[in-house]
């Protein structure tokens, strides 16, 4: 299974909603702008409505779309017993053992891991990670919790230690069109979004042009 590339969509299920649309209907018209990874993120659900969420968008979107969960290691164990689909879990740091989620989830799913530092980076790759996303790269209100904004130049150089472990990258926070190109120039394999798509008044045309936009960086 391939790690993530192009633009990545890590959901908010709030930001949907205040944009008049649920997970599943944002999901959906990402996928038609282009996107093919997906992270469902939604910290305050209960388990058993992520594995909801989960079946809902894999019913509505089409097979080659890669769906991961975020933090929830027994949703995606859960979904792969029940035959849902599933492509792996991104843990951040402090939501549990990537070396548990590797060791649980065997070979063949995906194992992301938030990071902001070289040793985070260090211990990812060492634990069975295989890919990071590093961040955050500018401020952003989604993730208050968030490390302190590494910038485009800090960002950018710790895809490059990633790459030297092996791992593949995807810049993620407060990403928006005018980032990309500097972003895959940098050697990132991949750029996550979330309010860029969630609170889009029309998400696939937003999808459309972020995707244009790191393709042209090509």
């Keep these: 299974m391939s790690a993530p590339d192009g633009v990545y969509l890590v959901t908010d299920g709030a930001q949907a ?15 038609a702008g282009g996107v093919r990874w997906v992270q469902l993120r939604a910290k305050d659900a209960a388990d058993a409505e992520v594995l909801a969420l989960l079946r809902a968008v894999g019913d509505a979107v089409p097979d080659d779309v890669r769906l991961l969960v975020n933090d929830r290691l027994g949703v995606v164990l859960a979904a792969r017993e ?6 792996g879990v991104h843990l951040g740091q402090g939501d549990g053992s990537p070396a548990r989620a590797r060791e649980a989830l ?24 295989d890919h990071v996303g590093i961040g ?11 490390p302190a904004p590494l910038g485009l130049a800090g960002a950018t150089a710790l895809a490059a230690v990633a790459a030297g472990h092996g791992l593949a990258s995807v810049a993620i926070g407060g990403l928006g069109v005018d980032d990309l190109p500097a972003l895959r120039a940098g050697g990132f394999d991949g750029a996550a979004v979330v ?13 459309r042009r972020l995707v244009r936009a790191w393709e042209r960086a090509a």
Aim: aromatic share 0%; proline share 6%.
């Design 106 to 129: 065997g070979p063949g799913m995906l194992v992301g891991v938030s990071a902001s530092t070289p040793d985070q980076l260090r211990r990812a790759a060492a634990d069975g990670a």
């Design 195 to 207: 309010s860029a798509i969630c609170a889009a008044a029309d998400p696939a045309l937003q999808t």
């Design 17 to 31: 909603a205040r944009a008049g649309r649920d997970v599943v209907e944002t999901v959906v018209a990402a996928v």
């Design 82 to 87: 029940a035959g849902a689909r599933v492509d």
């Design 136 to 146: 955050a790269v500018h401020a952003t209100s989604t993730k208050p919790d968030a």
